[in-house]
């Protein structure tokens, strides 16, 4: 893996989204920081992380970005997954050790069955080695200290579920699982949890996220390309702000209406009530924050800074 520079950078405001291809061998953390580096930008977060196991879509945010993560976090995500059956591991991926062998006897058919019972609202128990968290302690912890913790089974949603045998050779099947699920899948534990419903066991050995939300693989950038660019380069491949709020009801103030709405007053207007609006200012065009709108009345729910504003249109 290749390792985040130390040199000192001067750091300067940006502002926008980044839709990176996150390599293999990666901690999300990691690949922020490098392209933060990058892109000597002061403010940076992620939108939820992906194990260095897995590959694929992460949307970083910049700046005034940040402050509308969360619905990234919140949206339905695209996996491609490898499951080899009739093998347990104690991390249920290709990490852990081997726990348990089990032969297989799979054939199409049977898999579909299972298909269809995973398809829809299921529930499922989140595992150990996760970074979910109990009594301030993320599970993975507990793990390596060799503590299994009770966890409570959460109900979650698998919108889309596709799966075929793809098996090498006798005794090595596998199967190749796509997936487009709510927030909070463990696709690991999908993969196991469908092995055990097969009466063989599984585990995960690859996972690469193909979507999140509405952004996709074909809109990302690697971390190779960023390196060989130049900064100029690299500040095109940034989205605006608002590229995360395209599911958004967008509302424009005028003048007044919008220095009001800045200082968190709520306005009145002929808009329809909705949950999620992204209020702009007109002429230039420029993003406020967000709202709901409740019998014509603007409600603020997170504002950018007049000091974010004044550097989002310097870009």
Not at 226 to 254: N, Q
Request: charged letters at 25%; a positive charge; glycine letters at 8%.
């Amino acid at each position: 893996m290749l390792q985040t520079p130390r040199a000192r950078v001067a750091r300067r405001p940006v502002h926008g989204v980044l839709l990176l291809d996150k390599p293999l061998g990666w901690s999300s953390n990691d690949a922020l920081q490098k392209v933060k580096w990058l892109l000597r930008a002061e403010k940076a977060g992620h939108t939820g992380t992906l194990d260095p196991l897995a590959s694929g879509v992460l949307p970083l945010c910049f700046g005034a970005a940040t402050k509308f993560s969360q619905l990234q976090l919140d949206a339905d995500k695209t996996y491609e997954a490898v499951a080899r059956l009739g093998v347990k591991t104690s991390t249920a991926d290709a990490e852990g050790s081997v726990v348990e062998t089990r032969p297989v006897q799979v054939d199409d058919e049977k898999l579909q069955r299972v298909v269809s019972q995973f398809s829809g609202l299921i529930r499922q128990t989140p595992p150990m080695h996760s970074a979910l968290k109990k009594d301030g302690r993320a599970l993975y912890d507990y793990a390596r200290a060799g503590i299994e913790v009770e966890r409570e089974t959460r109900e979650l949603r698998i919108i889309e579920l596709t799966a075929t045998l793809a098996g090498e050779k006798p005794g090595r099947e596998l199967i190749k699982i796509a997936v487009k699920c709510s927030k909070g899948t463990y696709i690991r534990t999908l993969a196991e949890d469908m092995g055990e419903a097969l009466g063989c066991g599984a585990h995960l050995t690859a996972l690469r996220r193909t979507a999140t939300g509405g952004f996709g693989l074909s809109s990302c950038v690697t971390l190779e390309a960023l390196e060989g660019m130049t900064e100029e380069e690299r500040l095109k491949c940034l989205l605006p702000v608002d590229s995360l709020l395209s599911g958004h009801t967008p509302v424009e103030l005028d003048a007044d209406n919008s220095g009001r709405f800045l200082s968190g007053l709520r306005r009145r207007g002929n808009w329809t009530d909705t949950a999620q609006a992204a209020v702009y200012a007109g002429n230039p065009r420029t993003l406020l924050g967000t709202a709901h709108v409740k019998a014509g009345e603007l409600i603020p729910t997170r504002l950018l800074s007049p000091v974010e504003i004044e550097q989002m249109n310097r870009f």
